[in-house]
């Protein structure tokens, strides 16, 4: 099963039988139902080096991950859903005395994984502090009394009066508050029922509710800092939410920028929200749907309770906003709903140059991961030029030289290696570092291909009898000049 997968499913509270026949279920579905391609695996090309084409996996991870959350609760997501992970849940919220729980008559919400969604808005996601708030302000707003007479009135999801919504789930259920402009609220409580193998999610009761809409909408603004496209960039928030509370990846070519990539990562979400991404425009002829654009400099992507949603760049700056959110057959895209798209119009220039100034603060990376690509018995470490499609081994051959160098690849190299912050291209290939590794019962072979611009690929490889497996690959970079240095100085001879 996905480690992905069985992280979120776990993340599911229920009771620990139900939830390991539930993630049994998705592992069928893993195992049945995703089927992988080229895409997502290994291809050979020329000059005996490997090549991956790195497909954003987000859709297909995130979808089956919401799958478990459908078998959990037995329905589906709605709205734009903005999400605060890793709260404990509330108890069962119709049985909370809302005198032990501060004004709230819904429980307390700062014991909640509560879901804000606000129609009209372009609110996607919020910082720890911004939810901190929101759950106070919940609890100490006056909900008022429960309102009787709601002379048979449900919320219309084209209504015209529609404003937002509140929801949350626990061990027993999921409760929902649903707001309106002018200040009347249903408040819903579902309560999961059924055998095992066969959930769903029953009405429990609806109350009703009005409140001074004004004061509610005006202190949801105060907190969130938004009145408006020139609050939201004062407040340091986008028009597609807050990049620092998001879980984004932006890609450029082979440029990867997610959130292994620390202070990188920290600085692309901060020029994120601050980016002038002006107003929003009309789509240009031809170029409406985001995955018809094929010219993309930039993808940007993340998810929100498994609503997908992306930025995508062109060229000449054309900017393309959307979002798809997926129905009960979460594994099948062409069952997701699009629940968003607009566009704008950037000076791509200024941003490529934003974007490279905050990843050119590349970290080292962590001991953790040197530790991994150091683990095992150095078997053998072999350096080639591969240089303008030829593959020379020019591993020194004298006993003292090939050892420096050895040591150098299989330690010092290694050290060296920070987050990848470098376009990686075929024109530039240099050299190749095979390291061999015998782990355990096992043969591990490391091969990692440096670039002239510094970019630097992992291919790893188990190598068994029937031929080899790939494990994995990642990127990174070095400073080019100073791993060669080091060559000449251990006596690799480089210069042919």
Known sequence: MDKKLRKAAEKITMPEDMKERIIKACENIDKTNIERTDNDGY????????????????????????????????????????????RSQLADSDVVDSNEQLSSPFGDFTKVDFNLYLFDENYDGFADETYAKLADFFNRFDWGEEYEN???????????????????????????????????????????????????????????????????DKGIKEILGHGGAESSAEAGISPFGDFTAFDFELQNGTVMINKNNGRSYELVADMLNRWDWGEETEAQPGREDPFAVTDSEYEISWEIDHDVYWLKIAEDGYVIYSGDRYDEDYLNY??????????????????????????????????????????????????????????????????????????FLSGMFIDMLKDNIIPESQEDLRYSAVLMYKDNDKTIRRTYYVHENGCVVLYEYEVTPAGEEPITTASYSVDFNEFENFLIKFGADIEN
Request: glycine letters at 8%; aromatic letters at 10%; one cysteine or more.
């Open 43 to 86: 291809t050979e090309v020329v000059s005996g080096t490997e090549r991956i084409s790195r497909k954003n996996n987000i859709i297909r991870v995130v979808s089956a991950a919401a799958a478990c959350a459908v078998l959990a609760a037995g329905i589906g997501t709605t709205g734009v859903l903005l999400h605060k992970n890793h």
């Open 150 to 216: 709601a002379e048979g009135r449900e919320f219309q999801q084209d209504s015209l009066t529609r404003y937002g919504e509140i929801s949350w789930d626990d061990d027993k259920g999921k409760s929902s508050i649903t707001i309106e402009t002018d200040g009347f609220i249903s408040y819903k409580r579902y309560i999961l029922s059924g055998e095992t193998e066969n959930l769903s999610m029953d009405l429990a009761f609806t109350k009703y509710y009005m409140i001074d809409f004004e004061a509610f």
């Open 334 to 407: 062409l069952n997701s709903e699009e629940i968003c798209r607009k566009y704008y119009n950037i000076e791509v220039n200024s941003f490529d140059e934003g974007i490279y100034e905050c990843i050119s603060e590349a970290e080292y990376i962590t001991q953790e991961e040197i530790d991994y690509l150091t683990s095992g018995e150095l078997i053998s470490a072999e350096l080639y030029d591969i240089s303008e499609g030829k593959n020379e081994n020019i591993t020194p051959t004298s006993e003292g030289d090939k050892q420096y160098v050895e040591e």
